[in-house]
């Protein structure tokens, strides 16, 4: 198996700008996490899915991020308009069963300019 | 799943110095996870421990869950350059919550 998919690795964007952050889990996982990671505040579990559907988005800084899970082998997370302060590293992971071995993505660098 | 404290939040070592990070939680943990994050990387997982009192070795790491459940260890002896990275504990309970991370920067 590949392991978890994230496109793009690199996004650069302008401040105000749509962004769609795009994740692959792995093939017969369950749990999908997406999580933002920055200096300040470390890794921030942002929301999680379970069979596709959203469990947890307390994480959820803002009503300008929103994510999708359309089906097994998909998610996106989404921030529209996005701002400076969103420059972090958002990472996608998966897990087959709550409580297992959890996988990450090699995550996507996202700076808002 | 419950969110845990990590201690230190930086160490410096020299090489061949031992190193130890602590994970601990104001309740009882259903489990803990250990991962590893390089520089410029993604977190790796580790270990996971379950049972109380729980000790696992993996070469020159030994985790340990303590007797209560509400803190976890992870000791490395003799530390290499390779074991540079950012170390994290989880408690995974359908969410997974990680530890603000101890960095672990080693010198030759």
């Known amino acids: 198996d590949a392991g978890v998919i994230q496109s793009p690795r690199h996004e650069v964007t302008e401040m105000g700008q749509e962004v769609t952050l795009r994740c692959k889990p792995i093939s017969g996982h369950d749990y999908l996490f997406w999580y933002r990671q920055t200096m300040m505040r470390g890794l921030e579990l942002l929301i999680y899915f379970n069979n596709n559907v959203p469990i947890d988005d307390s994480g959820m800084p803002e009503d300008r991020f929103s994510a999708k899970m359309p089906n097994a082998s998909f998610s996106t997370l989404k921030i529209q308009p996005s701002e400076p302060r969103d420059s972090a590293v958002y990472f996608c992971?998966?897990?087959?069963?709550?409580?297992?071995?959890?996988?990450f993505g090699q995550g996507t660098r996202l700076t808002v300019v | 799943g419950q969110q845990v404290m990590q201690i230190p939040q930086y160490q410096h070592v020299q090489e061949g110095e031992d190193f130890t990070t602590y994970c601990n939680s104001s309740t009882t943990l259903s489990n803990i996870q250990w991962y590893k994050q390089r520089p410029g990387g993604h977190p790796v997982f580790l270990i996971q421990l379950v049972k109380s009192g729980e000790v696992k070795k993996q070469k020159r790491l030994t985790f340990q869950f303590g007797e209560a459940k509400k803190n976890s260890s992870l000791h490395i002896t003799a530390t290499q350059t390779t074991d540079v990275g950012t170390y994290f504990c989880a408690n995974y309970d359908n969410d997974m919550r990680f530890g603000a991370g101890t960095r672990l920067t080693v010198k030759p």
């Open positions: 992971a998966s897990s087959s069963g709550g409580g297992s071995k959890v996988f």
